[in-house]
């Protein structure tokens, strides 16, 4: 469980519009009536476990425990499902010793007893390929980019481990900054968001609201970002690979960036949220420790 003492040291929540309309008042707008939270869903990225030395401010062993208190979290506010938005393990030096960091974080995570879904970061298959990856991570999901709705949302997981000649990660055939998208994903995603007819998040590693030579941006990104405007269906992205909290609005859409949990010594500097959806349309993430917390209105 987590305790009082802890729970006053979370961050709270800041608040703004969806769509780049107005911003509220840190106590949101008064009404009559008290929305009613319809679905939750538990978010966390940049986790880079490994057994191996702190790196600048990249403490990867302390990653079990900053796992576990986020495991234990949602574990007592029972979300329909956990999305980790990529770089769940650090690279290692073999397909083994990649395996053990990848199983040892995955037993850390399996407290929360919740269905996890898996964005792929260029960490998760540095030595790993992407079916590898899967195999091992007790995800739901068992590929890079599929869809799937709760309770009247539609989500889209997409896949930007591709390097410039579109071979999927894995072994080591790429750098980090060299992130794509196949023109099969892209013409996927198109008619998947045309198909839906639900209010749509999407969920990336890399980023989509920055063009390159912006080192963390997928390459096709000025491309997607068209798509998804067109649709008129997307409320939000959200996306880690930077590791800090940033978020951005590009023609209506909202891009919010998560902060990264490898990130700082101590429990106190981890970092996770509750994306929280109400029956008013109010779409908020409510984000714990070093992640900011976000309101939005749908």
């Known amino acids: 469980m987590i305790n009082a003492m802890n729970r006053r040291n ?5 608040s703004l519009t969806l769509g780049g309309g107005s911003v509220l008042s840190a106590e949101g707008e008064k009404s009559g009536k008290t929305p009613k939270e319809i679905l939750a869903l538990g978010l966390l990225t940049d ?5 191996k030395d702190t790196r600048g401010n990249r ?5 079990l425990a900053k796992a576990k208190e986020a495991a ?11 999305v ?4 769940l393990v650090d690279a290692a030096p073999s397909v083994e010793t990649e395996i053990f960091y990848l199983e040892k974080i995955t037993k850390v995570l399996d407290v929360c007893g919740l269905p ?28 890079g980019h599929y869809s799937f709705d709760l309770k009247g949302k539609h989500f889209v997981v997409l896949d930007a481990c591709y390097n410039s000649k579109m071979e999927p990660y894995g072994r080591d055939n790429f750098v980090w900054h060299d992130s794509n998208m196949t023109a099969e994903e892209i ?14 998040v999407v969920f990336a590693h890399q980023r989509l609201d920055v063009d390159r030579p912006n080192k963390h941006a997928i390459k096709q990104s000025s491309k997607v970002r068209k798509i998804l405007e067109t649709s008129d269906k997307v409320t939000a992205v959200f996306q880690g690979h930077s590791h800090k909290n940033e978020l951005k609005t590009i023609n209506g859409i909202p891009y919010c960036t998560l902060a990264a949990m490898i990130e700082g010594s101590g429990v106190e ?27 939005f209105k749908g």
């Not at 979370?10 to 800041?14: G, Y």
């Not at 986790?47 to 057994?51: E, G, P, R, S, T």
């Not at 574990?75 to 956990?82: D, G, L, Q």
């Not at 260029?122 to 590929?143: D, I, P, R, Y």
Request: aromatic share 12%; with cysteine.
């Open 84 to 87: 980790c938005l990529g770089d």
């Open 269 to 295: 500097n981890n970092s996770y949220a509750l994306l929280r959806f109400f029956d008013d349309g109010k779409v908020t993430l409510e984000g714990y420790r070093r992640q900011m917390s976000k309101e």
């Open 187 to 200: 013409e996927w995603l198109e008619k998947d968001l045309k198909a839906t007819k639900n209010p749509t």
């Open 116 to 143: 996890r879904h898996h964005v792929l970061g260029n960490h998760c298959v540095a030595t790993l390929t992407k079916e590898e990856f899967f195999k091992h991570s007790g995800s739901v999901n068992k590929q």
């Open 47 to 51: 986790v880079h476990y490994a057994d």
């Open 59 to 63: 403490m990867y062993r302390e990653s």
């Open 72 to 82: 234990l979290f949602f574990k007592e506010k029972k979300p329909s499902a956990v």
């Open 10 to 14: 979370f961050t709270r929540i800041s």
